[in-house]
Nanobody
Framework: QVQLVESGGGLVRAGDSLRLSCAAS????????MGWFRQGPGKESEFVAA????????EYADSVKGRFSISRDNRNNTLYLHMHSVKAEDTALYHC??????????????????WGQGTLVTVSS
């Protein structure tokens, strides 16, 4: 069974950097596109970033381009979100997500339907 466990969240100050991790198990991680979504207080869930199975392609929401980067370690079944220059509006519960099919092309966030429980990031201004 698919398990996605996020970690690395916490309370940080505006302008700080943070790295989120997602430990994946129960499926062939190296074969699946992965991504991050977030839900801020009183807001709908929104796409943050995605990476394809072999790291050749990435996508980012406009709100995080140039500040966040996504990466993965297929040998250790781990997904990362590197967050830099964080802002108060980045405060949210961040969820790791996995695609529902292996080797999908092209990369598409719409198929990242299997989510973890999330890790909370709070940015103080």
């Amino acid at each position: 069974q698919v398990q996605l466990v996020e970690s690395g969240g916490g309370l940080v100050r505006a302008g700080d950097s943070l790295r989120l991790s997602c430990a994946a198990s129960g499926f062939n991680f190296e074969s699946y596109d992965m991504g991050w979504f977030r839900q801020g207080p009183g807001k709908e869930s929104e796409f943050v970033a995605a990476i394809n199975w072999n790291s050749f392609a990435t996508e980012y929401a406009d709100s995080v381009k140039g500040r966040f980067s996504i990466s993965r370690d297929n040998r250790n079944n781990t997904l990362y979100l590197h967050m830099h220059s964080v802002k108060a509006e980045d405060t949210a519960l961040y969820h790791c997500a996995a695609d529902t099919a292996a080797f999908r092309m092209p990369l598409s966030s719409r198929y990242l339907a299997r989510w973890g429980q999330g890790t909370l990031v709070t940015v103080s201004s």
